[in-house]
């Protein structure tokens, strides 16, 4: 878990936005829409992606200098090998987290979320008119917008993955070139432990790469604030910011079990009181105990807002 609920812990933007890219086991689901979560509970397969980096690691080097290198391949280009290998892999983090941060696919994901589920909610006050026009601007602005980072970081990812697959294709290829005249590539030993290792490490990289090394950053972000939060915390009560849900609907006064989030009518007005990052899973128990549709999209839609920043 990133930290305890129910606490008073402020995360920074850093942190927030290296939780963002980590794997999670929350999907947020509602009016025939789902989103990947923003802030919930780390994903238990974690581990796994780290193995995979470190087998690919290690496929590659051994690869590299036990096979290709010994077989007259220049040093320099299989070093070189090992190291492109790992930038590709972790090269979609990279521009998410660091060079291109409008791409960073589980928050786009859950903008275009968010937006959908605003073009089948009126605000309060809005008459038909009013909520077409406000819709239009929605599917013909804000939404293609989102699909366009959203479509440019796939092509980007499809385009690395290529590149790995080129990468251990060029492995393959420069061993057959070095293997004496008349022997096939597939009859040797090592010819098979080339193809076998390079295919491989292309797919572990693919698979695990990328996610351990977001789950990396995360851990390093994390610990360190967290416990700085832990050493100056002189144990005040959470300080409650409010927000107010302009979507029609029947509200509920209700809270969230960790009491994170609570919904809170006053006279005509609904309010949402959060402290301070909204978990998705908090959000999905809060509509959950909602019965309204309406009120269960305007509650969604205010709590993405504050995650969204």
């Known amino acids: ?12 933007s850093p942190y927030r936005l290296s939780w963002t890219l980590v794997p999670q086991t929350t999907t947020l689901k509602l009016s025939n829409h789902k989103t990947k979560s ?10 796994i992606f780290y193995i995979l980096m470190f087998i690919a690691i290690g496929l590659d080097v051994y690869l590299a200098l036990a096979i290709l290198a010994r077989s007259g391949v220049s040093l320099a280009l299989v070093i070189g090998s090992i190291i492109a290998d790992l930038f590709l892999a972790i090269c979609p983090f990279l521009f998410e987290g660091f060079w291109v941060k409008d791409w960073n696919h589980v928050v786009v994901e859950n903008d275009i979320f968010r937006k959908e589920l605003e073009c089948m909610t009126k605000k309060k006050g809005e008459d038909d008119d009013d909520f077409n026009r406000r819709k239009a601007t929605i599917l013909t602005a804000s939404i293609p917008q989102l699909k366009s980072y959203q479509r440019n970081g796939k092509i980007l990812r499809w385009f690395l993955i290529l590149c790995i697959f080129a990468l251990a ?5 420069t061993f057959n070139k070095v293997i004496p005249p008349g022997i096939s590539i597939f009859s040797t030993v090592n010819g098979k432990i080339v193809i076998t ?29 967290f416990k700085k939060f832990l050493r100056t915390h002189d144990g005040a009560k959470p300080i409650y910011q409010r927000s107010t849900i302009p979507f029609v609907g029947n509200y509920l006064d209700v809270e969230s079990q960790s009491k994170n989030v609570k919904i809170v009518n006053i006279g005509d007005l609904t309010f949402l009181d959060y402290n301070p990052v909204i978990w998705d899973n908090e959000i999905q128990e809060v509509i959950n105990k909602t019965p309204d549709e309406n009120a269960k999209r305007g509650i969604a839609i205010a709590c993405k807002e504050t995650q969204i920043v």
Do not use: D
């Open 169 to 173: 294709a060029w492995k393959i290829y």
């Open 197 to 225: 290792f390079s295919l491989l490490c292309a797919i572990f990289h693919i698979l695990g790469s990328e996610k351990a090394v977001a789950h990396l950053r995360f851990y390093l972000i994390s610990k360190p604030e």
């Open 1 to 12: 878990m990133p930290y305890p609920t129910g606490t008073n812990f402020q995360p920074s």
């Open 38 to 47: 923003m802030y919930s509970s780390l994903s238990p397969a974690i581990p």
